[in-house]
């Protein structure tokens, strides 16, 4: 079994073919021309041109190397279509404008894609393992001061997609939480869950204060904190008691996280502690200050007023600055308070560092709405702190509109002030949640109907993609009653039966135009890793989905293009292979995505 999953894991994709073999055109143009050395045919593509019209792929081959060349990009066109023309898996090519080369495959191409979903299955579009494609995600690391609220679901359930994504992409990924433990909010949560420590004993404490959490999930600290030291906090001054409750109500919250977590299937490989950077012997924020301080970027001055706006962290006076303005930032930043405590920032920038420690040169971020003006600062401090050996890719996630038909959702009770992630997955289920989540490019505002995201239609997308996933195997099962009575029900051993069938029998235009599809998808995959982009994904399967279920109704309307042909089992055996192929991709895109594909929907 392990050599067949490393086998399917080698294969080539059609878009990845064809590009080979515009790269070996070129190559042996360039060695004819006498071009010179070191051409970079990275920059030379095959992708899905814009207009289907157009044909199955374009290449810019002809656009980027021309002055390399030194050539025309019309007239390298004609050459690189020339070759083209002579290979046997190209049925026509364009040019197209001053030099874009437009190619049409010849069916058989596309017949052979199938073949290949269906030796691969569910690995079709997987990459090989690259071991030097080492990824960091960080993503959710809300403060533990409360229950995860719906924005911090998206940012979660982005961040987990994405990981799986670029896992499926060949990379070594590590999921990853920052847990913010170490600044006064955590100090504020030790003083709330005091408050509830002190109604636990008896007392009553009224309304709780400004500044102060309000909300009701506190009360299981205070009443936990009773039970382990019964009433003698309460006689303890604040500099006592204050590092017990904040040490025992971090790790309730953080429990109730992973909770919140484990409801949408989320797990993280590393829970990081920001306390874990000053305590324990080793204090690395100071080690990484001294760090840039001996590269020149750290030094003592004044930050000139802000213009404009007002900065959170600026102050006239002496101070210990990095010189972000090195490194691509507007302005240099502190890294000491005036009462010499550490900022956020270089906490930040000692924990970053800890990542390329680590062995991390690729590292993506995913933070809230709130966080855009932060970045900047952070990628000056990852390049000063790696000397540019590793890349920083902040994913801001936009706010998220609660909605129920239409109307503004309440907030909730327990929380005080917000709608919790909990409260949403038990209404929804965790399949609604994960995947309209990654129904809209991650910086767009998204309005989350909870009404609609349970409907049975075309209109809720994730019912419509899983739906597609069902109808499949409500097909496999009608056949194995009426027509292909030996039709295997393990996926395996189906997929083998398939294969032998006569593909070349798929000849409708709306049936090959679901075999591009099918074919697009380990493009889609390399193009949605490359740009750390999981909705992406989420697109592709809705678009496979509809092209799927509109063939089945065409057969409605046209017999002869029904899936199960009662007189003819050849050809119900080969729809089925086109039909295995769309499930395969579907359960596989589902996957990556975290969403359940169901064999079948009540």
Known sequence: MAEKT?????SIHLFADVLARVHAICAALAGEGH??????????VVEPPRDAGHGDMATNAAMVLARDAKSRPRDLAEAIAARLRADALIEKVDIAGPGFINLTLKTSAWIEALRTVLRESEAFGRAASASSAKVNVEYVSANPTGPMHVGHCRGAVFGDALASLLDFAGHDVTREYYINDAGAQVDVLARSAFLRYREALGEDIGAIPDGLYPGDYLKPVGQALVAEHGDELSSMGEAQWLAIVRHKAIAMMMDEI?????????????FFSERSLIEGGNNRVAETIDFLRAKGDVYEGRLPPPKGAPVEDWEDREQTLFRATAYGDDVDRPLLKSDGSYTYFASDIAYHKNKFDRGFRDLVD??????????KRMQAAVKAVTAGKAALDVKIVQLVKLLRNGEPVKMSKRAGDFVTLREVVDEVGTDAVRFMMLYRKNDAVLDFDLAKVIEQSRDNPVFY???????????FRNAREEVLHDLPEEAGARMD???AAPLERLT?????????????????IEAAAAAHEPHRIAFYLYDLASEFHALWTKGRDLPYLRFIINNDAEMTKTRLAMVQGVVSVLGSGLGILGVHAPNEMR
């Open 6 to 10: 490393a086998e399917k894991r080698a």
């Open 258 to 270: 992973k909770g919140d977590l484990a409801a949408l299937n989320i797990k993280h490989d590393v």
């Open 497 to 499: 039966y398939l294969a």
């Open 508 to 524: 409708d235009p709306a049936e090959l135009d679901l075999l591009k599809r099918l074919a697009l998808y380990p493009r889609i």
């Open 366 to 375: 995913v933070w809230g709405a709130d966080h855009g003006g932060y970045i």
């Open 465 to 475: 993609v899983q739906y597609g996933h069902a109808r499949g195997h409500s097909i």
């Open 35 to 44: 071009w010179g050395a070191g051409i970079d045919f990275s920059r030379v």
